[in-house]
């Protein structure tokens, strides 16, 4: 299998494009392919390519379309992780986990017991760290198509998740509320799209829960804590198994 | 709720034990408890209490158990993760993730495309050093059971894996099998217990594969090709999903 590499201009058999600045170092200085070599190319909206390398300068790298690929499937649901920003590189971690489960958008939230502010969240850039995640992460799992990462956005009750696909399901730490549901109280039929929303560290303030409880089926995921950055991973499988999509 | 302390010794209420060492320097150093502070411990063997601390000395720490708590619940099946060893730490963060889960069992395992000997695994106190793990995870999920860490083993074979519970599902990257079965296809009784085999980063050799394909059920998930360090997590909370356990 030849490597394969992430090129957002990628469009039309036959025609050549050149590919993002670490994308062409990772091509020159590590594999050290040179003209002419096969590589594989996906645009990160669904299409995979065939192509070879056109040239190779100082300035850029080329790379000729020869062929349309059959991409990866996706699945058959869109799903939504809308997250709580977690501390430090953890939510690098969340969204790396995330694309390779399939999720269609990650949505960033701030909630009440979150530890950073939407003005850090800009001022850091780390949308577009988070997006470069994505697209690392497509290339390894082998998806042709790279998740959107929403602008972050302050979680205030159920007007601020307005715009998130439904079915919304809220994940609760155990103990956080008398009875949540259940994966297996979810409908096993696949919705055609859903979100699911996790908790920061800190998990959620009772205040948050109550005031979105009409919009939202809370889901608890047994007994035990589950690690915060692990909380989506595990939602996410639980979910898909419950759809029969994994 | 009161601090949380591993102690081994913990068997009756009214006795006073001594804390492991590294626990006791979490409590005097880090907490900062006193004589008679209250705290609670668990005897990784499932056993929970409450406790008050006894004496501090340099050598040692004592805690009186003054009554005993009720266990966090363990799954109805004793679930055995039999994972082929990863590079660097990232075993850890499987271990971590496997004790959160509910795992019952760890057992470590050397395969065909593993890039570790037993030799190395026994010079560097591996095994200790997970079982340090599972109680640094049993402490953060609740549970009051630390899973067991297995001496490590060479895969060679459906010999090597008589041992464990059947029945055995081993998870298989995309590609590696023509039709292997998706967890949909695994029955949604739970069995009382079984084992769920994990592959190294490279994958399955295809000789292993065939040799224990009578003795092991195949499972695929999804055609995403999952992280080495996430495919147990993710397919431990399939499969608890299918057996309505998460």
Same mark, same amino acid.
């Given at each position: 299998m030849h490597a394969r590499f992430y090129a957002p201009e990628?469009?039309?058999v036959g025609s050549e494009i050149a590919l993002p600045e670490d994308e062409a170092q990772h091509l020159s200085r590590v594999l050290r392919l040179g003209p002419g070599d096969p590589l594989a190319v996906f645009n990160g909206d669904?299409?995979?390519f065939g192509a070879v390398v056109a040239a190779i300068s100082k300035a850029r790298i080329t790379v000729r379309l020869v062929s349309r690929a059959t991409a990866?499937? +996706?699945l058959s649901i869109a799903l939504t992780l809308a997250q709580a920003v977690l501390k430090g590189d953890k939510m690098d971690d969340v969204v790396r986990d995330a694309v390779m489960l399939g999720i269609a958008t990650v949505q960033p939230l701030v909630t009440a017991r979150s530890e950073v502010t939407l003005a850090a969240l800009t001022r850091g850039a780390r949308r577009e760290r988070w997006?470069?995640?994505a697209v690392s992460s497509a290339k390894q799992c082998g998806r042709a198509l790279v998740p959107a990462i929403a602008p972050p956005i302050m979680f205030d009750g159920p007007t601020s998740l307005a715009h998130?696909?439904?079915p919304l399901f809220i994940l609760v730490e155990p103990g956080?509320? +008398?009875r949540p549901g259940s994966v297996a109280d979810v409908s096993d039929t696949a919705p055609a799209a859903a979100t699911l929303v996790v908790g920061p560290e800190g998990g959620w303030d009772a205040a948050e829960l109550a005031r979105c409880a009409s919009h939202v089926h809370p889901l608890g995921l047994g007994a035990l804590t589950l690690r915060?950055?692990?909380a989506a991973i595990v939602a996410t499988a639980a979910l898909l198994t419950r759809w029969k999509l994994l």
């Open positions: 990628a469009r039309e669904g299409d995979e990866q499937d +996706e997006h470069r995640i998130l696909p439904a956080a509320l +008398e915060a950055d692990a």
